[in-house]
């Protein structure tokens, strides 16, 4: 008996009628501009209402609704209270802004909808090896280097403490996993360093114990005799010391590690030098500050990204790893169904992976286009004096800071991030802390500034991390005039 098949009309998800689609998107995109042009003149922060989460309760929409009423529920729900990151004023944790062309490549790359990841010879693919060619460059990285573009740099801290792990464990990592290590191995990063390196470590198998976390000094740098004793400790125990993870630039404090001093002791000890560059890398364009990160080049892999400090669109990020083979061995798995032989030899007869070879994804979004397209525009010299501009920002908050008696600096300022609080003498620490973090709160709340908090040495500060290439002077000087008036008020 033949099945009756109905012939219904066949249906698509592109418009019916495209010229209302095209004047709603030309809608948007001047709503963006317009939004974007008069940022500076917005509140910062606006707190998502009750009513607003309560708008987001409910099943999914069984039929459609008109593309415009669905946009005017985003302009009306979502837009307004969203983060604050693209601010003039954002200053919370580390967060990057954004740009108007990354914004502009974001729904370029959306239009193709290209997957970066498989096959060698498209235009996508050059653009990502480019961008990755240029990083190497910027950062002093060798061209020999291998890297790839990642979602941020939690996916580099793992990627590049993964190709550490299967080159230093002595052992076939990827065959016969954790389970059978010959020799518990250890690895070493400072008590500053970022809540990702854990995470990494935990998620190839060694477990949290494995991770040494090494003292800091005054300046909140990984104590180097520590590091040494440590390691010479773990030795004697039969274990066997692998990684030393590197800070260039803590989110705390941007507490930059001696990297030279770092690099010399992974040759002594033979350990994979691994560089968690989130916060700093970028320092290394900056001409007056680029000695700060010295000894960066000689990481083995080094992860960073380009959403904080390159300031473009979220996601991001990049690792690059010294040794290409070492790299491409952690990861390249060649199915039938993604065949490309050893490489692709169709073409040129070179063998030439896959950037799905050096990553743990295969399907990924074409986030190069961002970075190609911006850096073009603005060129590599405005970039290096932008993020000169954040360190001079952070100095000059510094100096305010100093010059006001009812404002307190954790720390001497280091790089891009300045913690402080307000301070009264007939206060004690724990009110200090408490009021500390109503005056964070209600920064945000009146939509003067975002600061978060942070604790150094058991105290709670406001923590401003500048990776903000729309802040100037005068937002500093109202943030330190509104610190004062908002803790006089509440004191
Ligand atoms: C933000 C940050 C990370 C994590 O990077 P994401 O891009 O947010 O995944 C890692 N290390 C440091 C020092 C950071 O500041």
Redesign the pocket.
Known sequence: MSRQIELLAEETLDPKEWEAMRALGHRMLDDAMDYLESLRDRPVWQHAPPQVKAHFEGPPPPGPEPAGEVYQEYLRYIHPHQIGNDHPRFWGW?AGTGTVMGMFAELLAASTNAISGSFSYLSNNYVELQVLDWCKDLLGYPPTASGLITS????S?LIGLSVARDAMAGFDVRGRGMQNTPQQMTLYCSDEA?S?IQKAIEMLGFGKDALRRIPVNESLQIDLEALKAAIENDRAKGLLPICIVG?A???NTAAIDDLNALADICAEERCWFHI?G??GAWTAIAPRYRHLVAGMERADSLAF?L??WMYLQYPI?CVLVRNAKAHRRAFSLTTTYLAHGEGDRGLTGVDVPWISDLGFELSRGFHALKAWMTIKEHGTAKYGRLIQQNIDQAHYLARLIEAAPELELALPVSLNIVNFRYTRPDLDDATLDDLNKQIETELQERGIAVASTVTIWDRHYLHVGIANHRSRREDFDLLVREVIRIGNELA
């Not at 941020?152 to 996916?155: E, L, P």
Request: aromatic share 0%; glycine share 16%.
């Open positions: 580390v941020g740099c939690s996916a801290n970022h990702s800070c630039g803590t989110t968690d989130a916060c990204d959403h904080k990020g």
